[in-house]
C-alpha cells in the first residue's frame, strides 16, 4: 500500500491502514472497542482495545477537522433540538443542530436547558458559519425564541413539533452509541466524541430521497476515496 508516511503515525508500531482502519469502525458503526479488536483478530491483527481507544482518541481529531475543512457549505435551514443524556447520574442536554438535508452542524453538551443554553449553541453555530441561516426550526421549547430575540437575529422561526423531526432523528445514532458504551462517562468524553464522530457521519451521510442507487453507490465511492486521502491510507480491503 504505497502512500507517504504521514507524521501522524510517526512510532506507531502497526501500519497506518490498520490504524485507520480501525479508527473508521470506531466512529462509523456502533460497535465497541472489543467487536474492533475481534474484527481485527480474524484478520491475524493482535491488538488491545486499550490502543484502539488511543488511536481514536489520538487521531479522531485530527480526521474530524480535516473532513470539516473539506465539507462543502451546508444548508440555508437549520433544525435545532435538545435531547437528555444521563451522565455519571447527572441530567444533561445534548444541542444538536443539522441542515435540511440530514448533514449535523454541530453539537454542545450542557447542564441546562434554557435561553442561556439555547444561545451558547447558536453563538457557536454563527461562529462557524459564513452566514446566518434563511429559517431556524425548532420544537416549541420557549427558550429558542427568547434566545433569537436577546441576540437581535432577524431570521424566520418556525416553531412546531412535527416539522423538526430532521433534528429529532439525529439523535438516534448518539442513542445507540450511548447503548453501546454503557453510557457517557462525563461531558468532555461526550463533547469529544460525538465532535469527532459526527464528522465522520456526515461524510458517509447520503441523502436517499432524490438519488438513484446508481449516484448513491457514486457518492459512496467518493466518501471512500475521501476518507483515504484525509487518513492517508486505504481501508483494509
Known amino acids: 500500500m504505497p502512500h507517504a ?6 512510532r506507531h508500531r502497526f501500519p ?3 490504524i485507520g482502519y480501525a479508527v473508521w469502525l470506531y466512529f462509523r458503526f456502533p460497535l465497541s472497542l472489543r467487536m474492533i479488536e475481534e474484527m481485527l483478530a480474524v484478520r491475524g491483527i493482535i491488538v488491545s482495545p486499550e490502543t484502539i481507544r ?4 489520538k487521531l479522531g481529531r485530527e480526521f474530524s477537522n480535516r473532513i470539516r475543512r473539506r465539507a462543502p457549505i451546508r444548508g440555508d435551514k437549520w433544525h435545532l433540538d435538545e435531547v437528555v443524556i444521563t451522565i455519571a447520574g447527572k441530567k444533561h442536554w445534548l444541542w444538536r443542530a443539522v441542515d435540511q438535508e440530514g448533514f449535523v452542524l454541530d453539537i454542545l453538551v450542557q447542564n441546562r436547558r434554557d435561553r442561556g443554553a439555547a444561545q451558547r449553541l447558536m453563538r457557536k453555530l454563527l461562529k ?7 429559517v431556524m426550526i425548532t420544537d416549541k421549547l420557549k427558550s429558542y425564541g427568547a434566545a433569537r430575540k436577546d441576540m437581535g437575529l432577524r431570521i424566520e422561526h418556525r416553531q412546531h413539533k412535527g416539522l423538526n423531526n430532521r433534528a429529532e432523528n439525529s439523535h438516534q445514532p448518539t442513542r445507540r452509541r450511548e447503548r453501546i458504551m454503557k453510557r ?3 461531558p468532555r468524553q461526550v463533547q469529544k466524541f460525538l465532535s469527532i464522530h459526527d464528522q465522520v457521519a456526515n461524510l ?3 441523502p436517499r430521497n432524490r438519488v438513484s442507487a446508481a449516484n448513491h453507490r457514486a457518492a459512496r465511492a467518493r466518501a ?3 476518507w483515504d486521502e484525509i487518513t492517508n491510507t486505504r481501508l483494509v480491503a
Open 184 to 186: 457517557f462517562k462525563s
Open 16 to 18: 497506518a491502514e490498520v
Open 128 to 134: 462557524k458559519s459564513t452566514k446566518a441561516p434563511r
Open 224 to 226: 471512500f476515496a475521501t
Open 204 to 206: 458517509f451521510h447520503f
Open 54 to 57: 488511543c488511536w481514536a482518541e
Open 5 to 10: 508516511r504521514d507524521p501522524l503515525y510517526r
